[in-house]
């Protein structure tokens, strides 16, 4: 809890939710005060409202020192931004991931989580948003308008995703697939 201790939570505002889980579990033992109901109702408070945390994965069985071993490597995952990895190459996975499909801006903005990370998918466009909605609640003024991630990015930088899927990774698409170990299975009968 020592980003919610410090404030560094309130910089983005869909981390507001920690600080209800905080104030909320608080307030639950305070209420009830020192029994065992208050126990009781901090844990349903933590596991079952709260969709951050399981009980399953508290009493998960797991060996840290296993380690799997496979020669076969995934192309792309919504996932993936969460490994060290270059922007750049998570979207070049993302557009040889898509071929032979042709894309549009609509899918773009649509997958765009899936390929740019929440930082810019969620967090930044939230943030922007946050700003214009207390700056219209002071009601001053130049604070903006609302945007979504299509307005608050622009057609141009989708535009300029597109044109790179058609002019550099459509045409190359063997020399991408070889860059990545792509290979194509035709024969779905073996």
């Not at 740019?116 to 998918?121: L, R």
Request: contains cysteine.
């Amino acid at each position: 809890f020592s980003n919610v201790i410090t404030g560094k939570e309130l910089e983005t505002a869909n981390h507001v939710g920690r600080f209800v889980l905080l104030a909320g579990s608080i307030a639950i033992i305070y209420a009830i005060s020192k029994t065992r109901k208050a126990v009781i109702l901090l844990l349903i408070w933590l596991f079952v409202f709260r969709s951050n945390f399981s009980v399953f994965s508290i009493f998960a069985n797991k060996n840290p020192e296993s380690v799997v071993q496979t020669s076969h490597y995934v192309l792309f995952h919504p996932a993936g931004g969460l490994f060290l990895m270059p922007s750049d190459e998570l979207l070049e996975r993302y557009l040889v991931w898509k071929y032979p499909e042709k894309l549009t801006i609509q899918t773009l903005v649509a997958d765009f989580r899936s390929y740019s990370g929440t930082g810019p998918a969620i967090h930044q466009v939230a943030q922007y948003n946050y700003r214009v909605r207390i700056c219209k609640l002071f009601r001053l003024s130049g604070c903006g308008e609302i945007k979504d991630i299509l307005s608050f990015y622009g057609q141009d930088y989708f535009q300029k995703i597109l044109d790179r899927y058609e002019a550099e990774i459509f045409p190359n698409i063997t020399k991408y697939y070889q860059k990545y170990h792509v290979a194509l299975i035709n024969d779905y009968s073996r």
